[in-house]
Nanobody, 125 residues
Framework: QVQLVESGGGLVQAGGSLRLSCAAS????????MGWFRQAPGKEREFVAA????????YYADSVKDRFTISRDNAKNTVYLQMNSLKPEDTAVYYC??????????????????WGQGTQVTVSS
């Protein structure tokens, strides 16, 4: 069992930056792939980025590639999402999620078993 708590959301102007953190409880965190997803009002939850258990592999949605960076610190049981050059269309609730199954990184939200409560990111124009 893994419990996830996101933090770091807020209000930022377009072009600005934010860093989201996701703190995990549980001894098995370091063996799980982790992902970030987001959901804007009236829209479906969408994949943002994922990272392998070791941090050696990452995977990004095209919409955030070259602007966002996912990373993790297994010693601190934390995964991060550095968001630069933010746009108003990045406004959403951001969720971190854990995938306990071995295999390729996935953008499919149903592959992730554990979810945080979300943190709001609002980008003003």
């Amino acid at each position: 069992q893994v419990q996830l708590v996101e933090s770091g959301g807020g209000l930022v102007q377009a072009g600005g930056s934010l860093r989201l953190s996701c703190a995990a409880s549980g001894r098995t965190f370091s063996s799980y792939a982790m992902g970030w997803f987001r959901q804007a009002p009236g829209k479906e939850r969408e994949f943002v980025a994922a990272i392998s258990w070791s941090g050696g592999s990452t995977y990004y949605a095209d919409s955030v590639k070259d602007r966002f960076t996912i990373s993790r610190d297994n010693a601190k049981n934390t995964v991060y999402l550095q968001m630069n050059s933010l746009k108003p269309e990045d406004t959403a609730v951001y969720y971190c999620a854990a995938d306990p199954r071995p295999g390729a990184l996935s953008s499919w939200y149903e592959k992730y078993d554990y979810w945080g409560q979300g943190t709001q990111v609002t980008v003003s124009s």
